[in-house]
């Protein structure tokens, strides 16, 4: 991290580096204070299925969105802006949370209308999510993302860790609804100095795609500006290999994401103080994690670090379903956050290389569409059996099913195989 720092490497690489690091310190503050948006709905009032729709709406959301937004931004000159104004209107959107309480409409609960206020809000994040992936490609030269990386994962480890423990503990000893009230307007005020700094990066504003005649007629039609964004990325073999392996490693997660708060909160009684300590812990063994992965990256590489982390993320909701108790869980997370760090440092900068840099928006799009489609489905069908089956044993489903999926990355490494003859070419692809 020192070496990120040093002269040296701002020269060789600009001032980018220390502004992303920057940003990330200050938007730590509003990322924890979003980690409590679950606890917030519940206490609102929020039932079981509403909850769970904080996961599946936003992706939903993102499924539609994405192909014609990442088509907008690669026909684009000025991305910066878009990506910058989108993040901004996002942040903003966080108000609604502070108005909510005094906000009544017949026949809508609190928690109902929260749901909807988070959904509005994820539009422009996904936005904003889309384009901030090919910007950090660009911003930052790839011998010097792992470092970059590195350094902005600590940082925002480091601080979430911290804020995850302040604002559980505030939110425990401050009357409700004062408390949440608070805390989003104080995240969203510190999140304005992180956009200030994010602003200051510097990135060439390329001249966007021009299309041929022919191809540009296809865009005004939106059946078919679909059908060509999934055509043309699926003979990229290293891509359709990345989503297939990522998505079957995805699944069980997915559905145990809404379930774990909803266990904690509903079964256990756990308190906001506790899901404080929860993300400190969390986001303590996390910056562990990439410290240690980052060392071991140049020894092991990253293809050998990823297929041996992502095949153990399915020990979280394993652990948690198996062991009652909230100080166990608490140890788990701690594994979970140092398993995390390997699959965040080595996954992202694999992705990174398997797309083409000229489409870079577009793939992107593609991509995270497809992830959303699942993480839109599989919240819905895991509320639905751990209301028929309770929550413990779908946990522990959930865990041995992500780390089934995940042994794909073994069985079809990125970049060391080949797919099989029925996966290389999805149909409708």
Same mark, same amino acid.
């Given at each position: ?37 679950? %606890?917030?709905? @519940?206490?609102? /009032? !929020?039932?079981? *299925?509403?909850?769970? +729709? =904080?996961?599946? #709406? ?92 590195? %350094?902005?994962? @600590?940082?925002? /480890? !480091?601080?979430? *860790?911290?804020?995850? +423990? =302040?604002?559980? #503990? ?98 256990? /009684? !756990?308190?906001? *103080?506790?899901?404080?300590? =929860? ?151």
């Amino acid at each position: 991290m020192r070496r990120l720092f040093s002269r040296t490497f701002v020269n060789a690489v600009g001032d980018n580096p220390w502004y992303l690091c920057v940003e990330v310190f200050w938007a730590a503050v509003y990322a924890s204070a979003q980690t409590f948006a679950g %606890a917030y709905a @519940i206490r609102l /009032g !929020a039932t079981n *299925s509403q909850v769970s +729709l =904080l996961s599946s #709406i936003p992706a939903l959301t993102a499924a539609i969105i994405l192909l014609p937004a990442g088509h907008f931004l690669q026909h684009r000159e000025r991305r910066k802006h878009w990506l910058l104004s989108s993040l901004l209107l996002a942040r903003a959107g966080t108000l609604l949370y502070v108005l909510l309480p005094w906000i009544h409409l017949d026949g809508l609960s609190h928690g109902s209308l929260f749901v909807a206020f988070f959904a509005v809000v994820t539009l422009p994040t996904h936005f904003f999510n889309l384009g901030f992936i090919p910007f950090l490609a660009q911003a930052v030269p790839e011998p010097h993302r792992a470092d970059t990386f590195s %350094a902005r994962n @600590i940082l925002i /480890g !480091a601080m979430l *860790s911290l804020s995850n +423990l =302040l604002l559980g #503990i505030w939110l425990a000893r401050v009357a409700f609804p004062y408390n949440y009230q608070a805390m989003f307007l104080f995240a969203f005020a510190l999140s304005m100095i992180s956009l200030y700094y994010l602003s200051k990066v510097h990135v060439s504003e390329a001249a966007p795609n021009t299309l041929t005649h022919e191809a540009a007629r296809n865009w005004r039609s939106f059946t078919k500006q679909w059908l060509a964004l999934f055509s043309a990325p699926w003979r990229v073999r290293e891509f359709t290999q990345i989503v297939i392996n990522t998505f079957l490693y995805g699944i069980g997660l997915w559905a145990a994401t809404p379930l774990l708060l909803l266990y904690f909160v509903r079964t256990l /009684g !756990a308190s906001e *103080s506790w899901l404080g300590v =929860l993300g400190s812990v969390g986001s303590l063994t996390t910056i562990f994690g990439y410290i240690l992965w980052r060392w071991t990256l140049t020894r092991w590489g990253e293809t050998k670090i990823l297929k041996w982390t992502i095949v153990a993320m399915g020990l979280y909701p394993l652990l948690a379903g198996l062991i009652p108790s909230l100080t166990a869980i608490l140890f788990a997370a701690g594994l979970n956050g140092v398993i995390a760090a390997g699959v965040t440092l080595t996954h992202f900068n694999t992705f990174l290389k398997v797309i083409p840099e000229g489409e870079r928006h577009n793939y992107t799009a593609l991509y995270l569409t497809l992830m959303n489609i699942g993480a839109f489905v599989c919240p819905l069908i895991g509320i639905v059996l751990a209301e028929q089956y309770g929550f413990a044993p779908v946990l522990i489903a959930c865990g041995l099913l992500s780390i089934v999926g995940s042994t794909s990355f073994w069985i079809w490494p990125i970049g060391e195989s080949r797919l099989p003859a029925a996966a290389s070419m999805p149909e409708g692809g």
